[in-house]
Structures are given as C-alpha cells and as structure tokens.
C-alpha cells in the first residue's frame, strides 16, 4: 500500500473553483483546520490509503462527523456529489472513527483504507470524505443554534497504470459570466489537476494576460476554465476576432508537465454591446 502522493492546497484555492468543498458560515471558519485536501494514491494488490489531520484552532471542543460521496466535476458548474457513479470509491473504502470530539488545540487522525473488488476493472475511484463541524452558538435574540461547517477531502485512488492526457478544444465567450472560457479536455484515465499562464491577443496587440489557478478535470471528461476577463472593473471588448495563448502545466515541481496552446476566439458584436449596457 504505497501513497502515489498527496497533494497540498490552499483554502483559498479550493474556494476558488479548485475543489469548492468548503460550506461554512464565518463563525465556524476558523474552529477547523483539515489537511491534504486532494489524495491520490495507487492501489497496490487491490488496497491503498491516506491519512487525513484534523486540527482544532478554537478555544472550544469540536465535534466533527465524517462522511464519503461518490463526486465529479461537471463541465460548467464544476465540483458535485452524485448518488451514485461508475467510480465511486465509496463502498470500497473504510474509515474511523466517524464520529469524534476535537479537544482545543488537539490534533486528530483519520486513516482512510480502500479494498477494491478483486473483479474491478483497471481505472480511477473517487471519493470525497467531509468532515462536518458542529458548533452551539447563539443568534441576536439569545436563542440556541447550531452552526454547520464541512470541508471535504478528494480522495483518488488509481488501480493500474493510469495517466491523463490533456488537450484544448476550443474557447469562447460565456454570454451568462460575460467572460472568456477555455475548454479543457481529459481523454486519460487518471484526473489531473492543472493551472494555465493565458494571453488574450488581436492582431499584433496584447489586451490582456492572466494566469487561472488549479481547476481538477477528471478522467474521460472535459471543463471549462473561466478567464475572469473581461470583469466589471474593465472595458468590454470590441467585437471581432482574438487569439487566445498560452500554457497549461500541472504535476509537482520537479516533474512538471506542460501544454502550450493556440486558440482563436470570436467576440460577437450583440455580446459587445450587452455588456456596455
């Protein structure tokens, strides 16, 4: 049972778009801490693991409840919990305790361990493992209230020798978002988890460049990455014709892998006009 490995990632970015797992009010934000938030791990004889640290940073005990769903990352709506799916790791993995008590300043553990079905197919399993706070606080009346906070874990464990395999079909511009977006395919088998450095061009002129932090694509499917541009605080572009470059790159540091690419990109003249309205 050997961990592939375990990647780190900010709160900010999950928040971002990277994961969106986080659903807190404020006031339980800073009472729990969680980490890794992405495990990936190969299964080695039909089992693998990961090990999740909870923290408590309150001055008050926690009571947490975990629980695992089958999830995906759809192409526009991104992150989902599904009832059920083809790679769902749910009923092949094992954790405990499921139910525990933080003390303040107390670092907790969480094994997960997945047995895969000897008749499984080679392929990707995924699952994502919250951990659900509950906090007693008051509202503005005095009343008592209970107060839900969850973080979730993707866990990915992978039976077989499985890469992605990254391509990009196309951009365009989102009529709802007003704003660009680059369609981000992944015809591997293993979810991949990139960012991308992008320059908006027309002609010979740079209108823009950017940079959007890590968004997951999960096997067999696609996403769309959205630029964030153009964004109230800027211009709407004129209509006509852009080219959209740049590169997508994804991995750890010392093995990256990287994809340039060369897109064009058509801005209609009623989208133009929508937007100075």
Not at 33 to 59: C, D, F, H, Y
Not at 260 to 273: D, L
Request: hydrophobic share 40%.
């Amino acid at each position: 049972m050997n961990m592939l490995k375990s990647n780190w990632r900010s709160l900010a970015a999950v928040s971002a778009g990277l994961f969106a797992l986080v659903l807190f009010p404020a006031a339980a934000k800073a009472q729990m801490s969680v980490s890794p938030l992405v495990i990936e791990a190969k299964a080695e004889r039909g089992q693998a693991q990961g090990m999740i640290t909870i923290s408590n940073t309150s001055k008050t005990p926690s009571r947490i409840r975990i629980y695992a769903e089958p999830f995906t990352y759809s192409r526009d709506a991104g992150f989902q919990t599904l009832s059920s799916s083809p790679s769902d790791l749910t009923k092949y993995l094992q954790f405990s305790p499921r139910e525990l008590t933080v003390k303040p300043g107390e670092v907790r553990r969480v094994r997960l361990i997945s047995r895969l079905a000897p008749n499984l197919p080679d392929g990707e399993y995924r699952a994502v493992v919250f951990n659900e706070t509950l906090t007693e606080s008051k509202d503005a009346a005095g009343n008592n209230i209970t107060l839900v906070a969850r973080i979730g874990v993707t866990f990915y464990v992978r039976k077989g020798n499985l890469s992605p395999q990254l391509a990009i079909d196309s951009a365009s511009f989102n009529p709802e978002q007003k704003q660009i977006q680059l369609l981000v395919r992944n015809s591997g088998q293993a979810t991949v988890l990139p960012s991308l450095n992008w320059t908006l061009r027309q002609g010979q002129t740079i209108v823009k460049t950017g940079q959007i932090d890590t968004n997951a694509v999960v096997a067999n499917s696609d996403r769309n990455f959205l630029l964030n541009y153009p964004n109230k605080d800027q211009p709407a572009l004129n209509p006509g014709q852009y080219q959209l470059s740049g590169e997508l790159f994804w991995g750890e540091d010392n093995n990256k892998s990287k994809l340039p690419f060369n897109v064009n990109i058509t801005i209609p003249r009623q989208t133009a006009a929508s937007q100075k309205k």
